[in-house]
Structures are given as C-alpha cells and as structure tokens.
C-alpha cells in the first residue's frame, strides 16, 4: 500500500505532473504484494444476533450499517438533516476521519455525496432514535453516551464484545458493508445498482464486495448438478 501510494504520489498527477522529476521510480521497482484479507459475510440471522447482543443506544447505528453499506467514516459524519425518513433516504455527503488525535471533515471517499435508500425496517430504527435528538440539523445522528464524537475505538469496546458474545469474534465492522452489498446482489440489485449505493468509484471496484454465501452455492450446484 505504502507503494501504491508513493508510485501515485510521484506520478503524473504529482512530481511528474510539477516536473519535479523525469521519471518514476516506482515504476521499475517490484511492488510488494498484499496479503488480502478475507471478509466475513454475515446471514442475516447472523447479524440479528450480533445486533441483540449491541448496546441498545448503538443498534441504530449497526443498522444502519448493515443495510445501509455505509462507512464509519460516514456513519459518524451524519447530521440529523441528512436522514430523511419520508423518502426513506439518507443523504451521505460528509466524512469524519480520526488520525493522530484530531478528526477531520472532509466529503466521502471517491469525493463523491450520493443518496442512500433504505429499508423501512432500518427507517423505522432511525425514526426512533433521531426522535431523542436535538432538533438543530446539523445535530450529529451518532455521538457517545456524553455526547462527544465518536472515534475508532467504538469497534473494540462496543462492536468486537458484541461479535464475540454472539460467536463471531471474527466478524470486523466493515464486514458489515461486504455484507449488505452481498445482500443487495443476492435480492436482485444489479452491479450498477450496488455500485451507486455503496458509492464506489467503479463497477469493478463492486465486484471485489460481491460474494455469494455459501449456502446459496450449494443449493445452485444441487439445482444443477445434483
């Protein structure tokens, strides 16, 4: 990664582009390959479980990124004037990011806002929590028990004693996003579909979050084969 990023950094949209340098390094050399972690995909019983094992404050929260498919950093850059329940839509167009003691708002990933639908299952969870907000909207929709921003650490001390209680210690909080795409794609949603709603730059970048569960292959290959 660190690679990557140099290669990009150097290129021609960096020292290349400013004329800094004439060629780029990074090129010739051999870039390391990355060891890809494997995702874990979430039934939707599974998730169900982990849910009823969440503190009842943060349930809004994990369903909205369960069937949402959206990222920390955008979970925790909503404002109460982003949720709009009538049209069952959040609108994602902000992001909060924690490095080294300070948080930064800045737009999604990709730099692009884009408009959430949701199912009225998760509208409904949403309705009930921003109903015990401040009604200002820019009140943020997600904040700690004393009202501060919430930073990473909500994945080691809320969601992994949650994942573990229920038995899947394994189970991160971006496995949540993996899941809903896998959820979208096996309930008809198209790639472009998908694409849109998770706010990826590319199709092919969708492709990589696509997986199909396990179960579902072995009734297709019975289907076929057996």
């Known amino acids: 990664k660190a690679h990557a990023l140099l290669k990009t950094a150097l290129g021609v949209h960096g020292a290349i582009g400013d004329e800094r340098i004439k060629s780029n390094p990074c090129v010739i050399a051999q870039a390391p390959k990355v060891q890809r972690r494997d995702w874990n995909l979430l039934t939707r019983d599974q998730f169900w479980e982990i849910q009823d094992r969440m503190p009842a404050g943060y349930q809004p929260l994990t369903h ?24 069952k839509t959040v609108r994602v ?24 639908p949701l199912p009225m299952h998760a509208v409904d969870a949403l309705r009930s929590h921003i109903g015990t907000l401040d009604p200002s909207p820019d009140t943020p929709v997600f904040s700690s028990p004393r009202g501060h921003q919430l930073r990473p650490h909500f994945g080691f001390r809320v969601w992994k004693p949650a994942v573990r209680a229920a038995g899947y210690p394994e189970v991160r909080f971006h496995d949540l996003r993996h899941s809903c795409a896998s ?44």
């Open 64 to 87: 909205l990124a369960a069937f949402g498919g959206l990222r920390w950093s955008e979970i925790v850059g909503l404002q109460r004037k982003h949720i709009d329940v009538l049209r």
């Open 183 to 226: 959820w979208l794609l096996a309930g008809g949603a198209t790639l472009a579909q998908v694409r849109d709603i998770l706010g990826h730059s590319s199709i092919a970048v969708t492709e990589l979050y696509l997986h199909t569960d396990i179960e579902e292959l072995l009734t297709a290959v019975q289907a076929a084969l057996g």
């Open 93 to 116: 167009e902000r992001a909060i990011t924690y490095r080294a003691g300070v948080f930064y708002i800045d737009v999604p990933k990709n730099r692009r806002s884009r408009i959430v």
